[in-house]
């Protein structure tokens, strides 16, 4: 159980780290479906720092009214509280500079993985050396030996909150990644046993072997999980299901990876099994968020542990472990 102090000071330092300030104009998002403890949390914070709160309660994540899209215009800094879909939220971003703070785990999982500057860094780093590379391998001891070339679609990464003009961001969690070029990715990827497959929070019980060629996904081989999956992406009719999405690795030394053991399915959002230090976040579907064309709604991530991550035959993460760099060193 987190106490109350605990919490309004994680609050207060996350929002601290998204720059924010006295005076500026705070929108606190929430929907009535979608029940959320933090909005008195939220504005006690915000009002704290000194900035000037308002909350806006939305019938549909995925269609902002007009009115809506004025009030997050005009803010400084939105904190999204129920996961907002509307393209239009990310229009806002770039026009007007807007930052936007999601924010849905539980108390104990925002305290545990309460972000810090170090965080940042390290995803800068990570980001540096990704958008420096042309090829990725990944390999594991349970089979997956996989090669993908990257550099058409931006590098990017989520280190928990939003500091700079326009920024997106998630407390918690930090992960880099970016998308394979069109077409490409050869080789053979196996989500191993224990591995995390979303959207259905759990683990695989057995391993999934997937066969990819050209960048796509072209036989899911394994145990129940395998049917699950397969089941669940031809239910799409979409050939789009197959692709390969966001590509990357996980940097929070403090997230966990047996998380969902622990917490009754749907109670989290599983940034704990994104984020897991030295995890490689495999994704299947859409990369429109990269500015790619495809947007199948169909989306899986799977966070793999025990890989090994190579950029143009420099590993990054060995085993599962994140190769320690500079900004690393300096923690
Ligand atoms: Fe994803």
Known sequence: MIDEIA????????????????????????????????????????????????????ADPNHLSASTLELLRAADLVIDLVFVHDPALHQVRAAAGTRVLLVLEPPEILVRLRPSEADKQRARDAE???????????????????????????????????DEPGHWDHWPGTFVYTFANDDVGD????????????????????????????????SIAGGLHADMMRSHMASYGSRDVYALSHLGWGLSPNARWDMLGLHPAGAIEGQDGRAFA?????????????????????????????????????????????????ALAAE
């Not at 979303?198 to 050209?214: C, G, M, S, W």
């Not at 899986?300 to 420099?314: F, N």
């Open 187 to 218: 080789g053979r990827v196996v989500i191993d046993r224990g591995d995390i497959l979303f959207p259905f929070n759990q683990y695989a019980a057995e391993p999934i072997t997937l066969e990819i060629a050209d960048g796509w996904i072209n």
């Open 278 to 326: 030295g995890n490689f976040l495999f994704s299947t579907g859409p990369n429109d968020i990269g500015g790619g064309t495809r947007s199948t709604p169909c989306h899986i991530d799977a966070p793999m542990r025990g890989c090994t991550v190579e950029l143009d035959g420099v590993p990054v993460v060995i085993d599962g472990a994140l190769v320690s760099g500079p």
């Open 128 to 162: 540096a050396r990704l958008r420096r590379a042309r090829t990725v391998r990944v390999s594991s001891a349970a089979g997956t030996d996989f090669s993908f070339a990257i550099g058409d679609y931006p590098v990017s990464s989520q280190y928990g909150y939003a």
């Open 7 to 58: 919490l309004l000071e994680a609050w207060r330092d996350t929002l601290a780290l998204s720059a924010l300030k006295a005076g500026e104009q705070v929108v606190v998002v929430t929907a009535s479906d979608k029940p959320t403890r933090y909005k008195p949390v939220a504005t006690l914070a915000a009002r704290q720092l000194g900035a000037a709160v308002s909350d806006v309660e939305i």
